[in-house]
């Protein structure tokens, strides 16, 4: 089926509109929606998006090329990011990542074999003076422990 | 001086301190923005705004009054605030705690300043990451809206004032003002050349003012207290450094965190009074004083001006722990304050490890537009990592210096000043620690260490 938004995302597509003097403004939170209901940009999407906004496609790729929090290809169900920069390598967090790595079987970068996690390296997410810490999702979770991160990952794979 | 307050921080630890609710009761909020937009000429603002001496909390340390002072009213454009709360230079982590917990400030802040520089939209970029602050900032617009506090006619004032919440998609650079207005636009991130500057043409072309959030969060207390007496509160004042800000403290520290600070404060409160000690009690090694691309200090630094006229004469053959954290003072020590949120390292830490870490994170987050930064960026790493390795050469360790310095002065953003500096900082500071590897006295294997103190260290050795 051809790419089109959700009823409710157009609604919000629609308000979005309205904060910006260009369509062009629109861009970002744009992919963004998209983002949210297919779970990356698609060549479909980056059309799709550019006959919306009135954009040439060659912008809207170059805008996605640019963000790397746009996926250029499919992702797993789950996102986990460990922030690997130095404050919190300071407190382990590059062991985090390693253990990670170890516990999920996947190098940083890759989705474990059945599709429930994407592991990546993050760089400093403003989130130091509670290090280590990693992004599930939407969600933070900071001063970690091998505990912590047990129960998180397989609360991942339910 | 070590002296905590509260104006910004007093919802922090409170249930649903980031509701309006909260807002009106602990900080009596929105009065401020009432008074201002209800008494007083834009005109007047911009002056007294000047009064309050707030220094940029974005890195650069820029007067916020002055820079109000530069919008002109266009004949036929609007003008635009923007708030950078892109929060990514590595180190900080006091954005956030705003827009968590206290984002009621940053909307009274953002129709002050909105009106001040003459303008009716207000920006607030923050980096898509930051989940939680978005939702708050959302919230809280929202609850200004249907106060009334925001809309055509806040506080019944005819000065029509919309916030938006905008958001990248991931890329440091975003951070750079220019940077972030190009992603405003919906463009690639990639910095302008300046001039023109925002203030002339910023965001869709039009005269723009950029403030980072917590400069914008501190403008409802500034004007609450009176401009002069919020300045008053630091003991820089005299120096144009005034009020208060946040000060965070991470790394190797018993007790992380961020703390509201009358300006004054040295390192060593924040280190021993605040962070509770290096963590193990280890002697201190060094510390990075405001984000990564801020240079290295070490703790057996001592300050040297002999010389009466140069302001740093009353801190002269002084450990450089006991210099009051501000813009100028730490110019003076050939560092810069950033963003106010220093990094601490216990000794043991190595700082080969320590630069290759960081020249990662600048190699990956380059927009790739000038090729001294794109390439030289990118041999830092290469030969930082070869040294690590014990591959590297004194040939090398020298092209080292070189590689930074070809950056310094030939890029478009001060990214490559950002990068070329602390790479020249750990050089110049641990010179020693750099050759013992070239020398192979030093290895990765038994030096390398960056992590102290660490579960997942202990779990993953030998592995
Ligand atoms: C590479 C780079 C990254 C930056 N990142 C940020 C940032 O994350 N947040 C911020 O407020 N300012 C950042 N700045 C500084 C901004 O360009 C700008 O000076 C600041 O937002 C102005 O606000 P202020 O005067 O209130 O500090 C960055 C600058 C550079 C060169
Ligand atoms: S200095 Fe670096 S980050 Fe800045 S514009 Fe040039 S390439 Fe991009
Ligand atoms: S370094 Fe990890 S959150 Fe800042």
């Not at chain 1, 992004?135 to 001063?143: A, F, L, P, S, T």
């Not at chain 2, 900032?137 to 938006?164: M, N, Q, S």
């Not at chain 2, 750079?176 to 001039?195: A, H, I």
């Not at chain 2, 537009?369 to 830092?380: D, H, V």
Request: with cysteine; charged share 25%.
């Amino acid at each position: 089926m051809a790419f089109a938004l959700t009823e409710d995302r157009d609604k919000q597509l629609a308000d979005i509109l309205t904060r910006y003097p260009t369509k062009m403004g629109a861009c970002i939170p744009l992919l963004h929606l998209c983002q949210e209901q297919q779970g990356w940009i698609s060549e479909e999407v980056v059309l799709w998006v550019s006959n919306r906004l009135d954009l040439p496609p060659a912008h809207v790729q170059g805008v996605v090329t640019f963000y790397t929090l746009f996926n250029q290809k499919p992702v797993g169900k789950h996102q986990v990011w460990v922030c690997r920069t130095l404050p919190c390598a300071l407190r382990g967090g590059v062991e985090l990542l390693q253990y990670c790595e170890k516990k999920l079987g996947v190098h940083a970068g890759e989705t474990t074999a059945d599709g429930a996690i994407t592991l990546r390296s993050a760089e400093c997410l403003a989130s130091c003076g509670t290090a280590p810490m990693m992004q599930v999702d939407k969600d933070y979770h900071e001063n970690l422990t091998p505990e912590t991160v047990d129960r998180l990952l397989e609360a991942l794979r339910k | 001086m070590l002296k905590v307050t509260n104006y910004l921080t007093k919802t922090y630890g409170q249930k649903d301190g980031w509701t309006l609710a909260a807002y009106e009761r602990d900080l009596e909020g929105y009065k401020t923005a009432r008074q201002v937009l209800t008494s007083m000429t834009k005109e007047q603002v911009v002056d007294e705004a000047k009064k309050a001496n707030i220094r940029g909390r974005g890195g650069a340390g820029f007067p916020m009054g002055v820079k109000w002072s530069f919008m002109r009213p266009h004949p036929t454009k609007p003008a635009y605030l923007v708030i950078n709360a892109d929060e990514g230079e590595p180190g900080t982590h006091k954005d956030r705690t705003i827009m968590e917990l206290n984002p009621h400030s940053v909307v009274e802040g953002c129709i002050i300043g909105c009106y001040g520089i003459g303008a009716h939209v207000a920006y607030i970029y923050v980096r898509d990451e930051l989940h939680l602050s978005k939702e708050r900032l959302w919230a809280a617009i929202k609850e200004a809206r249907a106060k009334g506090y925001l809309g055509r006619t806040p506080f019944g004032k005819d000065y029509p004032v919309e916030v938006h919440v905008h958001t990248g998609a991931g890329a440091y650079i975003c951070g750079e003002e220019t940077s972030l207005l190009n992603s405003l636009e919906g463009r690639r991130g990639e910095p302008r050349l300046k001039p023109p500057f925002p203030a002339q043409a910023g965001a869709f072309g039009c005269p723009t003012t950029v403030n980072n959030l917590e400069t914008i969060a501190a403008v409802p207390t500034a004007f609450r207290l009176g401009c002069e007496e919020f300045s008053k509160l630091s003991t820089l004042h005299d120096i144009k450094d005034g009020g208060v800000r946040l000060f965070g403290v991470n790394g190797h520290v018993n007790k992380p965190g961020v703390h509201e600070l009358c300006v004054g404060v040295t390192m060593r409160e924040l280190i021993y009074d605040l962070g509770g000690g290096v963590l193990g009690d280890r002697p201190l090694l060094a510390v990075i004083p405001g984000g990564s691309s801020t240079p290295i200090l070490r703790a057996d630094e001592k300050v040297s001006a002999p010389d009466e006229k140069n302001p740093l004469h009353k801190w002269h053959d002084m450990s450089v722990l006991d210099v009051p954290l501000g813009v100028d003072t730490f110019r003076g020590l050939g560092t810069m304050l950033g963003t106010c949120c220093i990094t601490v390292m216990a000794e043991g830490t190595c700082p080969v490890a320590s630069m290759h870490n960081l020249m990662q994170f600048y190699r990956h987050e380059s927009c790739g537009q000038c090729t001294p930064c794109r390439e030289g960026s990118a041999w830092l790493l290469r030969i930082t990592e070869k040294i690590l390795d014990g591959r590297g050469t004194m040939e090398e360790l020298d092209q080292l210096h070189d590689v930074a310095n070809s950056i310094m002065g030939n890029t478009i953003c001060a990214f490559g000043e950002g990068t070329a500096m602390p790479a020249l900082g750990f050089l110049k500071k641990f010179r020693k620690d750099f050759e013992a590897y070239v020398k192979g006295e030093k290895t990765k294997a038994k030096n390398g260490t960056l992590a102290m103190g660490s579960e997942f260290a202990t779990r993953m050795e030998g592995h």
